[in-house]
């Protein structure tokens, strides 16, 4: 595995001395943009709280392996101004979409706002759940969990205030290349049900394009976003530590290798790109899934590099942005976007049974059929509501496993969802809340790109963005009935819905008018109880105390080797110290000790387990890198225990003895 100081020389082998051989953009600096970029913690609980993804009760955290982050960066072309944040997330849900929003408008005023602000996630599996405020996305994590809630909406914040607070006079540039080894399509047997002229477009069956906005200030490289479409499924269900997946990887090797650098990857159209190349949880390119992630994740970062050395000339056109609010579930589609030339309607949300099985190639789905007990269910009063017949007609060939529109006391699921286009320079944004396919993707693009007059090229489908409603499918792969097409929420002609409001978008946007806002989603804050128990109190074991060391290291260890040391723990859930780390690995500098790694990097890995009623204890590793320095090191746990009698939060620090690396 790479780790922190082995990243940087790797990088210089393989890419060169001269930033991989990129030389910095020069001369960039007079087209009119200001740029800035900002980073921020967002990792929720790391013990005790159910993940976001592959939605089972029993994939709860416990313990930390890379924390998520939020990237955000803010574009200004003297006229209009863009917000572009991508967060290490199961989904970007509307609840956070709704409280950031406010967020900023409490700093900022009117300066950013639902039009153009654009927040999407990576889609990792690995993240902290429930901060939904809708009953379908919190079924496993027990209910909505506020902290992890927080966690996401101030982390979020922040970093928009951090690309704010860095505004700077700079440059854009816009590269590409094409990445095949990183993705295999999970749904082959729907995709090829597609029209040849669909089909033709994605040879391999899968979307290999690589696109990086590349962000100079002042002739020196200051950020990239990366979009490329592969699932972050990488870590399996039965992975407990806290992940950001593939994209996190890719992210973390760039980052390390160039601190000045903030580096996002971000989705596309990956509805049915999965990174498990062998079709089955955590098996391809390997059978280990911190090796899957590790290579998958390099694999982006390989071509995002070369994408990003492409990038040489300047970007140039204006930004700009526009959002409207649609109600997916009452749509009537005019018939030039339907397959059969004729006028068709959406219609009330509701998953079919093939969703219930969950995919295959990276896990199942949400629990919820006969003889599973889920108290937040029972408060909801289960999943047994009858399905009305003229829905089970409109869903067709939709076997309908729970209609989630028709759900008491609330939709199970948002159906008034955010649509967004945002333009940078010559690059297009459509920016959906779901999980689009490629072919799905591929017709949004090409019909915002006709309406708009540009190369299809410059038109990239950003999924999972400002709200979350599952997938969306051609009409063709609903037919099929695989995982995805039963997670298309609003019928057979849910994409063509969309199709159609997407090129509304555009052809506004065009010219240069505005469209209504349409009618805000309802705000669920306060909707959903939490079953999930929290911490009473701690209590370390008899004659132990908070921060002991319960297993020290060797006296030394080799290059390669794994140190292990476990420590008497608090509950993590007394605080997150987001920005902050559990674990610590320090260097003897010049008789001081010096940070060399935390819980931001590759190389460490934080356990957390719960060794009786009160008592936990905190396990820290650390896989020595090849390149790390020798001399003396320790490990350093930072915790919190609660008492209690008072309920009071006390945090406390514990050290290994030292070891020597040789």
Known sequence: MLATAAVAPFAATTFGSTMFGVTPASGQEATGYRVGRGVADVTGPAAENGMMGHSMPQQQTAGIHLRTLARAFVVDDGANRVVFVTAELGALFQSVHQAVLRRLAETYGGLYTEQNVLLNATHTHAACGGDSHYAAYDLATLGF???????????????????????????????????????????????????????????????????VLRFSQGGRDVGAITWFATHGTSMTNGNHLISSDNKGYAAFAWEHSDAELVACFAQTNAGDMSANLDLEPGSGPTDDEFDNTRIIGERQFHAARRAFGSAQGSMSGPVDSALCYVD???????????????????????????????????????????????????????????????????????????????????????????????????????????????????????????????PLENVLMQGYANAYSQYVTTPEEYDSQQYEGASTLFGRCTLPAYQQEFTKLAAAMRAGERVPLGSLPPDMSGTLPNFQPGVVFDAPPPGRAFGDVLVEPASGYRRGERVAVEFVTGHPKNDLRRGGTYAEVQRMVDGRWAPVADDRDWSTQYHWKRSGVASSTATITWDVPAEVPTGRYRIVHNGDWKAAASGEITPFTGRSRDFLVA
């Open 328 to 454: 997916l579930s009452d749509i009537t589609v005019d018939g030039r976007f339907t397959p059969d030339g004729k006028t068709h309607r959406t219609c009330a949300a509701a998953i079919g049974m093939s969703m219930l099985a969950g995919s295959t190639e990276d896990g199942p789905g949400i629990p919820i059929g006969e003889g599973i007990g889920n108290p937040l269910l029972d408060w909801l009063g289960g999943a047994d509501v009858p399905i009305p017949p003229e829905l089970a007609d409109e869903q067709a060939p939709k076997p309908v496993g729970v209609p989630f529109g028709a759900m008491q006391p609330h939709p199970w699921c948002p159906q008034v969802l955010p649509l967004q286009l945002m333009r940078i320079g010559e690059l297009y944004l459509v920016a959906g809340p779901a999980e689009f396919t490629i072919v799905a993707g591929l017709r949004i693009r090409r019909s915002v790109a006709a309406e708009l007059g540009v």
């Open 145 to 211: 969990q506020e902290q992890t809630f927080n966690a996401v909406v101030d982390g979020i914040t922040e970093a928009i205030g951090e690309a704010h607070d860095d505004l700077r006079p700079g440059a854009l540039a816009l590269g590409r290349t094409e990445l095949t080894d990183s993705s295999v399509n999970r749904s082959r047997s729907a995709f090829d049900l597609n029209p040849a002229e669909d089909t033709r477009h994605f040879p391999q069956a899968i979307d290999p394009a690589v696109t």
